[in-house]
């Protein structure tokens, strides 16, 4: 689930590279989701579902919540750690992948579940990933 997935990207491409997963795009805003969905059909995306709803809406469960920093990463557990999958299929472990700015240590020193934070700027080159991260929380929910 790619949680406030504004106009629909990155999700929108990785649903091109990876046709064979199932994606559900939630943003609380119905214009943004009207451009996820004309995105989607012009490009004949058929692996992508759309939701105009709040997050605490959403009772699906998935193997990843995505999304790019729509809250702080306390209240962001609270909101999707209802919506990820007890069993696990991947590589990584199920949970929440969010990408987020700014300073970042005081925000997470005081969750356990972490499991990976990268520096996007490791990556990039450009001004903007200078202050990025991706942090990956693991989540194990109840079954």
Same mark, same amino acid.
């Given at each position: 689930?790619?949680? @406030? /997935?504004?106009?629909?990207?990155?999700?929108?491409? +990785? +649903?091109?590279?990876?046709p064979n997963v199932q994606f559900h795009l939630v943003d609380s805003i119905g214009k943004k989701v009207k451009v996820a969905q004309e995105v989607a059909q012009a490009i004949g995306l058929k692996n992508v579902k759309f939701c105009h709803a709040r997050a605490e809406e959403i009772?699906?469960?998935?193997?990843?919540?995505?999304?790019?920093?729509?809250?702080?990463?306390?209240?962001?557990?609270?909101?999707?750690?209802? =919506?990820? !999958? %007890?069993?696990? %299929? =991947?590589?990584?472990? &199920? @949970?929440?992948?969010?990408?987020?700015? @700014?300073?970042? =240590?005081?925000?997470?020193?005081?969750?356990? &579940?972490?499991? /990976?934070?990268?520096?996007? +700027?490791?990556? $990039?080159?450009?001004?903007? $990933?200078? /202050? !990025?991260?991706?942090? %990956?929380? /693991?989540?194990?929910?109840? !079954?």
């Open positions: 689930m790619d949680l @406030g /997935t504004g106009g629909g990207f990155p999700l929108s491409t +990785s +649903s091109r590279l990876f009772k699906e469960k998935y193997d990843f919540v995505v999304t790019r920093a729509v809250m702080p990463m306390a209240d962001l557990m609270k909101v999707a750690r209802k =919506n990820i !999958k %007890h069993e696990q %299929h =991947n590589a990584v472990p &199920n @949970g929440i992948i969010a990408l987020k700015g @700014g300073e970042l =240590n005081s925000e997470i020193a005081s969750m356990k &579940n972490i499991s /990976t934070v990268w520096e996007l +700027s490791d990556f $990039f080159e450009e001004e903007y $990933f200078k /202050t !990025k991260k991706v942090v %990956h929380v /693991t989540v194990v929910s109840k !079954k």
